[in-house]
């Protein structure tokens, strides 16, 4: 089985003309720390993009995750899967919210949850 995650949205376009069974998830963030250009970091928080990619899954800071959040996502038929999450507290609150999946280091604690 094979999920590919981008925060490349050509790239999951590309990924999907060339099979588009394999599952895509665009990643994104608010990128306020990344060295890249204002532009960049407005482009790459645009889910505008998606239609190009059409992705199955997204994939976001885990920062961006609220309650409305994830009722506003599924609401445009999203699946919800924040990263990264380690923090029991955290993790129980996510499942709380009623998001999808949760990518972490610590899939050990996500498990007992």
């Known amino acids: 089985q094979v999920f590919v995650t981008s925060f490349n949205p050509f790239v999951l376009e590309s990924v999907k003309n060339t099979n588009p069974k394999i599952v895509r998830g665009q ?13 960049s970091k407005i ?7 998606n239609e190009k990619a059409e992705p199955d899954a997204l994939a976001m800071d885990r920062e961006l995750v609220n309650p ?4 506003e996502m599924h609401g445009h038929k999203y699946v919800v899967y924040p990263w990264t999450v380690n923090d029991s507290e955290e993790i129980e609150n996510f499942i709380d919210y009623g998001v999808d ?3 972490s280091d610590r899939v050990d604690r996500v498990i007992e949850i």
């Open 101 to 103: 999946g949760i990518i």
């Open 43 to 49: 482009l790459l928080r645009n889910l505008f993009f």
């Open 68 to 71: 409305d959040y994830v009722k």
């Open 27 to 39: 990643l994104y963030s608010h990128f306020k720390d990344a060295n890249i250009s204002f532009i």
